[in-house]
Structures are given as C-alpha cells and as structure tokens.
C-alpha cells in the first residue's frame, strides 16, 4: 500500500448478514445471506429494527444498497431470557441463532418485541467524487448537503458513509477507528482489544469475533479490487 494510506477498523459482529436496498431513497427490500447466492426476503423483519435507516435524504443517490449484520446485544438477549423464565419455558442458547430466527418470523411484533440491532459494514452505491476532498463527517459547522454532494456525486469515503448511516438512524453504534498510515496498524490493533473487551462487548453488549482491516479511501480499493473469495482491500 502506498505511503499515507488510511485504514479503517471495524467490530466483527457475530450476527447475521443483511442486505438493505433502497429505491427512491426509500427501504424498498432486505434480504437474508441466504445460500450465498439467493437471499430470504425479510423487509418487515427489518423495518423493525431501529438502527436501520428507512429513508435516506435528498442529496445521496436514490438507489442504495447498505450491507450489515443483525445481533442482538446481551442485555436485550438477558431481558428475553428472564421472560422465558417467569413463565416456565427455556431460556435462549445461542445470541447469534436467535437474532437470525428472529428474522425469519412472520409475526413482525414479535420481531419488534425482541428489538435487533444492525452494524453496517459497507454502502454500495457510494463513490467519491474524482477531485473532491470530502469534509469531515463529524464537522457539525458543514451542512449535509455540503458533505455529500458535489455535481450530483457523493463525496464519502467509507468511514464517513457507515458514520453517517449512524447518525441516520440516530442510534448508538462504535465508530469506525481510522488509522493514517500502516506504521501505526499494530498499536491500532492492540488498542482495539481493549475497545472489543470494554466498549463493543462490556459497555455496547455486542458479541465480536475479532476486528476488520480495510482500505478506506475508493481509489485504493478499486486499485487493488477483488479476490476470488474477498477483496483484495480488507
């Protein structure tokens, strides 16, 4: 990688994967992993879902595609458990199973009952615009219109699209950490065992498997683009 380049960290949440789509800039469909190749359709399941956005603003481009996993935090998981438990039945084993089944039930109450919790992961539909420093996400002082647009094209790198499909949803979810430069991955690294031990897992309730790498800026990941199993960029 060349000089300079920026990395992303990311929780890798134990969960189950989702695709969202958005037409017009609204929710139009989310589907399940499914076999890898044909998805189960669960767009009531995720309407649910507090953390996923169902309509995006003027200014990004009307057709979507937001990709994430569905968890269920533990205190939520301890809450149903303790249900279960004043009427006799057997509590929850598995965190992970249980948000997954979760999506598949019909009865979208129920689904709603259970509160899930999505991490987006990546934004398709999402480019830099060539020429264009993006502004800071998290400047306050900058106008959303201004952060996203230029010419009808947006100007988010990928840190900055999954911060402000956050801010969206207007929940609580662990920033990307970018990391300038891979003189400092290690200490990024090492540090990150102590976000996942005491914010993602103990502070946040979220269940990880480790952390992500990524490439965070578009010109770098199309440079390298994708593998037969993984993109060459994470």
Same mark, same amino acid.
């Given at each position: 990688?060349?000089?300079?380049?920026?990395?992303?960290?990311?929780?890798?949440?134990?969960?189950?994967?989702?695709?969202?789509?958005?037409?017009?800039?609204?929710?139009? #469909? $989310?589907?399940?992993?499914?076999?890898?190749?044909?998805?189960?359709?669960?767009?009531?399941?995720?309407?649910?879902?507090?953390?996923?956005?169902?309509?995006?603003?003027?200014?990004?481009?009307?057709?979507?595609?937001?990709?994430?996993?569905?968890?269920?935090? #533990?205190?939520?998981?301890?809450?149903?458990?303790?249900?279960?438990?004043?009427?006799?039945?057997?509590?929850?084993?598995?965190?992970?199973?249980? !948000?997954?089944?979760?999506?598949?039930?019909?009865?979208?109450?129920?689904? !709603?009952?259970?509160?899930?919790?999505? #991490?987006?992961? /990546?934004?398709?539909?999402?480019?830099?615009?060539?020429?264009?420093?993006?502004?800071? !996400?998290?400047?306050?002082?900058?106008?959303?219109?201004?952060?996203?647009?230029? #010419?009808?094209?947006?100007?988010?790198?990928?840190? /900055?699209?999954?911060?402000?499909?956050?801010?969206?949803?207007?929940?609580? /979810?662990? /920033?990307?950490?970018?990391?300038?430069?891979?003189?400092?991955? $290690? !200490?990024?690294?090492?540090?990150?065992?102590?976000?996942?031990?005491?914010?993602?897992?103990?502070?946040?309730?979220?269940?990880?498997?480790?952390?992500?790498?990524?490439?965070? $800026?578009?010109?770098?990941?199309?440079?390298?683009?994708?593998?037969?199993?993984?993109?060459?960029?994470?």
């Amino acid at each position: 990688h060349p000089e300079g380049t920026t990395y992303t960290l990311e929780p890798k949440v134990d969960g189950g994967s989702l695709s969202v789509h958005y037409v017009d800039r609204k929710l139009s #469909m $989310a589907l399940t992993r499914g076999d890898g190749t044909n998805g189960e359709d669960v767009t009531q399941a995720a309407l649910t879902i507090a953390d996923i956005p169902k309509t995006l603003p003027i200014g990004l481009p009307p057709t979507l595609n937001i990709r994430g996993e569905v968890f269920i935090t #533990m205190s939520q998981f301890n809450r149903l458990n303790d249900e279960l438990a004043r009427v006799g039945r057997d509590p929850y084993k598995n965190r992970r199973n249980l !948000a997954n089944g979760s999506m598949k039930l019909k009865d979208v109450r129920e689904v !709603a009952h259970r509160k899930l919790s999505f #991490m987006p992961w /990546q934004i398709l539909g999402i480019e830099s615009a060539p020429g264009f420093l993006s502004p800071d !996400a998290e400047d306050p002082n900058i106008p959303e219109s201004v952060k996203l647009t230029t #010419m009808g094209r947006t100007g988010l790198e990928h840190s /900055q699209a999954l911060e402000f499909v956050h801010r969206l949803a207007h929940t609580r /979810q662990p /920033q990307c950490w970018r990391v300038y430069d891979k003189k400092h991955l $290690a !200490a990024a690294i090492e540090h990150n065992r102590v976000l996942r031990a005491e914010l993602w897992e103990k502070g946040m309730g979220m269940e990880t498997h480790g952390i992500f790498i990524k490439l965070d $800026a578009t010109e770098h990941r199309r440079a390298l683009g994708l593998g037969t199993k993984s993109p060459r960029w994470a």
